[in-house]
């Protein structure tokens, strides 16, 4: 069926290196796309977001990239700091009231 | 603004017995979801709410119900708990649609024995 994964569970980065997580998605329709961090025992909190009609966004430190070819979507994150150790999720919007949430990449960051 | 609240913050229960969770938001939302979250997988929708008195089944529903009887608040309900209910629920709001940024409240942890 639709689906949205992620290709690696874990990355690890050294403290001030750019991260880049990576989201594969399925459902061609899907026009709104959604990335979320959670840290370890709170809820997820939203990051950025990026319509079908765009295929970059960026906003402080991070930039989201969307290429509908190929169905992918990958979260950058500059000069990556400690406080970014996180689960990072990409969502997206299939039909109406429905965020599919992909499985999650685990952050962590080597000082 | 507190945002999205949800209580208790941790339950333990044993099989059979129900309970309600508790989702409040002082942001004026319309829109009022249900999550749970199990380990290795992303967050699956339960129910979602469109407005006061209004509810919609999600993706797994089964064995939950819902109420919207306050703009503000969403409960969700658990009649007979068993074991694959065990997981951390989430509540979330959004401003009027669903393609509104969702807020997250800090979850619940339920277990059931």
């Known amino acids: 069926g639709e689906n949205v994964g992620l290709h690696l569970p874990t990355l690890s980065v050294q403290e001030g290196d750019n991260s880049i997580i990576n989201c594969a998605y399925s459902n061609s329709a899907s026009d709104y796309f959604i990335w979320y961090k959670q840290e370890s025992g709170k809820g997820p909190q939203f990051i950025i977001d990026?319509?079908?009609?765009?295929d970059k966004r960026q906003g402080q430190r991070v930039t989201v990239l969307l290429n509908k070819t190929v169905k992918h979507l990958s979260l950058q994150i500059a000069a990556t700091q400690p406080g970014d150790s996180a689960v990072y999720f990409c969502a997206e919007i299939q039909g109406a009231q429905k965020l599919v949430f992909g499985q999650g990449t685990r952050l962590t960051i080597n000082p | 603004n507190a945002g999205v609240t949800q209580t208790p913050k941790f339950r333990v229960l044993k099989t059979g017995q129900s309970m309600t969770l508790l989702c409040a938001q002082d942001m004026n939302h319309e829109y009022m979801y249900w999550y749970r979250q199990d380990p290795g997988m992303g967050l699956r929708l339960i129910h979602y709410s469109v407005g006061e008195g209004t509810t919609a089944k999600g993706e797994v529903p089964d064995g939950y119900n819902v109420s919207r009887l306050k703009k503000q608040n969403f409960l969700l309900g658990l009649e007979s708990a068993a074991p694959s209910q065990t997981s951390v629920y989430f509540c979330?709001?959004?401003?009027?649609?669903?393609?509104?940024?969702?807020?997250f409240g800090p979850g619940t942890r339920l277990t059931v024995l």
């Open positions: 979330a709001s959004s401003y009027v649609s669903d393609t509104d940024t969702q807020y």
């Open positions: 990026i319509r079908s009609n765009m």
